[in-house]
């Protein structure tokens, strides 16, 4: 039985000038993203998608149709304050969902080369994948590890929880004997693909530093202005209070029913940085710590901690600086002592 389909998958896009109108229309909603990195990536993300589509078929299908429109649509009411749209987008152009999170981590998993024939001798003597004897990479189980730590990651839910840091092989079967190579095989490779789909990746370098830039003001922001749009004269101007009572009924009071899904704010420097301290705690710091010898991570708060100590200029002295205002409380009290 045809599972029935949304009657607006019926109208598909059937010619080019349609495709272009509605092409155009979502590149230029792109460039009224409020953030940076988000401008840059949807718009490239976009041109991927129409170029892959247009290079696998003619004639797209109703379901392409719709996954372009809502496209659209998910820009439209970001640019206009909707938080979840507003929200969506920055995820998917930071790589904390959807492609660039793969790209992100494929990244991070690259092996090494091996610089000498000892190196490789080493590499090759390797167990195979998922069979006995075999370790995920290390930084994958130092980055489950403090991702499954982190109660902010947890509790905002955008990737699937890490449950466990080992593989759950069972040391026996229903029938009191012991596991087989292959199913034991098949659960490492559940594991570690389960893992994968529940990390979140480290950002460049670079995007990074935009990210903290945005964050503390050193990156300079402001709100896109948008392109003015032609006015659009309504038919039922012309027509009589007859004419609108019969096509759009009576006049109701003022309702909720255009809330329902959210409502617009005024996208401000003050909204995008409670995003930005958001998405910035979802964010692993990645390092090196040279005493064990691993990779560690770090993870910034969603909430802006108050510095409880200040750095002093190098060139006023600790000293000379306390010793002054100590010296300056106490003449301060001599004055005013009563004279006896």
């Known amino acids: ?49 129409y170029r892959t ?38 995820l998917l152009s930071y790589g904390r969902t959807g492609r660039r999170r793969h790209e992100l981590l494929a990244k991070m998993l690259t092996p090494e080369i091996p610089n000498d024939s000892k190196a490789l001798k080493e590499l090759l003597s390797q167990p195979a ?28 839910r955008i990737r699937p929880l890490i449950k466990q840091l080992e593989p759950p092989i069972p040391k026996q079967d229903s029938w009191g004997k012991e596991l087989a190579k292959c199913r034991k095989k098949n659960i490492r490779r559940q594991w570690y693909s389960n893992t994968l789909c529940s990390l979140l990746p480290p950002l460049p ?18 709100p896109v202005k948008r392109r003015d749009s032609k006015p659009q004269v309504s038919s039922t101007e012309s027509s009589g209070e007859l004419f609108r ?10 309702t909720f029913a255009e809330y329902a899904n ?23 710091r990645q390092y090196w710590n040279p005493i064990s010898q ?15 100590s200040f750095d002093l200029d190098s060139s006023i002295d600790p000293e000379a600086f306390f010793k002054e205002s100590i010296q300056a409380k106490e003449d301060k009290t001599e004055a005013h002592q009563p004279s006896q």
């Open 129 to 156: 994948d998922f069979s006995d004897g075999w370790e995920p990479p290390a930084i994958v189980k130092n980055l489950a590890a403090s991702q499954m730590q982190n109660t902010v990651v947890t509790a905002a």
């Open 294 to 308: 691993k990779w560690r991570f770090l993870w910034d708060s969603p909430k802006e901690i108050p510095r409880l």
């Open 205 to 222: 370098e670079k995007d990074l530093r935009t990210l903290e830039g945005l964050l503390s003001g050193t990156v300079p922001w402001g």
């Open 53 to 90: 589509v247009s290079s696998r078929s003619p004639k797209a299908g109703p379901q392409v149709v719709h996954a372009a429109r809502n496209a659209l649509s998910v820009l439209r009411r970001a640019n206009e304050g909707y938080s979840r749209p507003l929200e969506k987008v920055l």
């Open 245 to 254: 009572l019969l096509a759009r009924g009576p006049e109701k009071g003022t």
């Open 1 to 49: 039985m045809a599972i029935p389909q949304p009657q607006h998958w019926v109208h598909n896009l059937s010619t080019p000038k349609q495709w272009r109108h509605l092409f155009r229309a979502t590149l230029r909603e792109c460039t009224y993203l409020p953030d940076p990195i988000a401008r840059n990536y949807m718009k490239n993300h976009i041109i991927s998608r």
């Open 262 to 284: 959210g409502r617009p704010h005024s996208i401000t420097i003050r909204l995008m940085r409670r995003q930005w301290r958001r998405l910035s705690a979802l964010v692993p």
